[in-house]
């Protein structure tokens, strides 16, 4: 019978086939879904993250990575709802208003799912007043926000006043892109900044005060 660790060496080698075998056989001798999940499944994203975060993986070993997970959690997601089992925590994510570039924010997307969160996607061009809608609905612990353009950071500013000033003491805001820095996320306050898919699932965990 495979194990966890099993499943966790097939995620991280980005093996689609194995991962879906290994865990409808947990499934069979009667592992949980949820330690599945957990114990499985994240961990395998977590070493993803930090091989892409040390350079020794980049982006296409990542999306083949995150694409063996989607597979495994088509299988477990009914058994876990019917459960009514669910992410501990929630995070909307999107492109800022005016921006169209959705590779990063997709990956960011697919890794912090990787990491066991919820995770609503608004898309690209969000503007700031949709954001802030989402992260009411979905009462989020987290808002994402992607920008690559120059000309896009001051929608990022917009949609952090926006969000802080509607008091919502329980959503952190983290920002990421290529023309963003530590500097400006302190500039526009901004609760977190991470630079790359790897970092942004340490800051991501921090920020909802899991430990990282
Ligand atoms: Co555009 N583009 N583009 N483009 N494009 C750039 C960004 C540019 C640097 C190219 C250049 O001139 N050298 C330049 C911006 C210059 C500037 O602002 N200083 C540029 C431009 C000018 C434009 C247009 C204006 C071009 C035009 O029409 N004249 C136009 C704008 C359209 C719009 O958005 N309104 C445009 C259009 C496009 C395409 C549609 C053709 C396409 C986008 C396709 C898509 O996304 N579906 C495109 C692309 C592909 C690029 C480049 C080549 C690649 C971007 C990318 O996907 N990188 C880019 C040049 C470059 O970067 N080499 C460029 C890979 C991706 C994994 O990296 O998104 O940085 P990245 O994400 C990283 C980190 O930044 C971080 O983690 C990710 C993984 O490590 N990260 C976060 C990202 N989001 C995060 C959020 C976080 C945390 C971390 O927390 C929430």
Do not use: C
Not at 4 to 21: F, H
Not at 36 to 63: C, D, S, T, W, Y
């Amino acid at each position: 019978m495979p194990q966890l660790t099993d499943l966790t060496a097939a995620v991280a080698a980005g093996k689609r086939i194995d991962t879906v075998r290994i865990t409808q056989e947990l499934l069979a001798a009667g592992t949980g879904p949820q330690d599945i999940v957990e114990r499985g499944l994240v961990p395998g994203m977590a070493i993803v993250g930090e091989q892409f975060k040390r350079n020794e993986i980049f982006v296409p070993e990542m999306l083949v990575a995150a694409r063996a997970m989607k597979e495994a959690l088509k299988l477990l997601e009914p058994l876990l709802a019917s459960a009514g089992i669910r992410p501990k925590y929630t995070a909307i994510i999107g492109t800022v208003q005016g921006d169209l570039h959705d590779i990063g924010k997709n990956l960011i997307s697919m890794m912090w799912r990787g990491a066991n969160f919820a995770v609503i996607d608004l898309g690209t061009n969000v503007s700031p007043e949709r954001y802030l809608a989402a992260a009411k609905e979905h009462n989020a612990n987290l808002v994402g926000l992607s920008a690559l353009l120059t000309t896009t950071m001051p929608a990022m500013k917009d949609t952090v006043r926006i969000i802080k000033a509607a008091g919502l003491t329980g959503t952190k805001i983290m920002i990421g892109g290529a023309p963003i820095t530590q500097a400006f996320a302190d500039e526009i306050g901004a609760d977190g900044y991470a630079a790359d898919a790897g970092t942004a699932v340490d800051i991501a965990k921090k920020l909802v005060g899991q430990a990282a």
